[in-house]
Nanobody, 127 residues
Framework: VQLQASGGGSVQAGGSLRLTCAASGRSFETYVLGWFRQAPGQEREFVGRITWSDGRTGGRRTYYADSVKGRFTISRDDAKNTVYLQMNSLKPEDTAVYYC????????????????WGLGTQVTVSS
């Protein structure tokens, strides 16, 4: 799986951005998709993830870091091999390079648990 994130930019605090992660490869719907971010001088941190589609119910579940819960929303469109990160009520502390990641097996919410990574996209939030 190859991933490419886009949609970053500069916004003022309180604003919104939607990041897009386009994937190439087969069986996209079977992958767990995660979003991470890394601010200068800091370690890469988990933002959220969305599970693979449940073949029985079609449902997908999302999980978020406490710091973004209620402000960020992850969704996926398996027909387009795309996952989205809608970011609302942005804060200066959300400034970071954002990455999307994928893996067929969920083993944890940390960078080493994801095999495939895209290049990041910069998000800058000014006060």
């Amino acid at each position: 799986v190859q991933l490419q994130a886009s949609g970053g930019g500069s916004v003022q605090a309180g604003g919104s951005l939607r990041l897009t992660c386009a994937a190439s490869g087969r069986s996209f719907e079977t992958y767990v998709l995660g979003w991470f971010r890394q601010a200068p001088g800091q370690e890469r941190e988990f933002v959220g993830r969305i599970t693979w589609s449940d073949g029985r119910t079609g449902g997908r579940r999302t999980y978020y870091a406490d710091s973004v819960k209620g402000r960020f929303t992850i969704s996926r469109d398996d027909a387009k091999n795309t996952v989205y990160l809608q970011m609302n009520s942005l804060k200066p502390e959300d400034t970071a390079v954002y990455y999307c990641a994928a893996d067929q097996f969920y083993t944890g919410d940390y960078p080493d648990s994801y095999k495939f990574w895209g290049l990041g996209t910069q998000v800058t939030v000014s006060s």
